[in-house]
């Protein structure tokens, strides 16, 4: 039976991730493409490199972790089933979650202090292209 790539494996779960975060828009009664409009907003996160790349990793990592996004979303749960209804809530987590899915079904891993081309799923960008033997994967 062959090696599963756990960065494969973690990319293949991003695209199931990003797939029922447009089901889940869609069944809700929204637009598709209200995740697209909000999708950016979420790399404003990556402001922090301004400040180094420590910083700029803790700042994109905050960001980019289903945690807050899952948090947000049971509050809005916790909302509707209590009667207040706050569905921009919902929208906004489940929009949050897709982004994160989107950028790790792409490659995009949580940062490493090391600067912002080096990720937990390997590295990216113009230290990839130039083939960087500090990467195994």
């Known amino acids: 039976m062959p090696q599963l790539n756990p960065v494969a494996a973690q990319r293949v779960e991003a695209v199931a991730v990003a797939a029922l975060a447009v089901v889940v828009t869609a069944a809700a009664g929204y637009p598709w493409w209200s995740l697209l409009a909000l999708f950016l907003v979420f790399d404003l996160s990556m402001l922090g490199y301004l400040r180094g790349p420590r910083v700029g990793a803790v700042c ?78």
């Open 60 to 137: 994109y990592n905050v960001a980019h972790s289903y945690t807050l996004p899952a948090a947000l979303g049971a509050v809005a749960v916790a909302a509707a089933a209590s009667g207040d209804r706050i569905d921009w809530l919902g929208v906004l987590a489940v929009a949050w979650a897709f982004h994160i899915a989107v950028d790790r079904a792409l490659g995009y891993g949580l940062k490493t202090t090391e600067g912002f081309e080096h990720t937990h799923l390997g590295l990216i960008g113009k230290a990839r292209r130039a083939g960087s033997s500090t990467d195994e994967r």
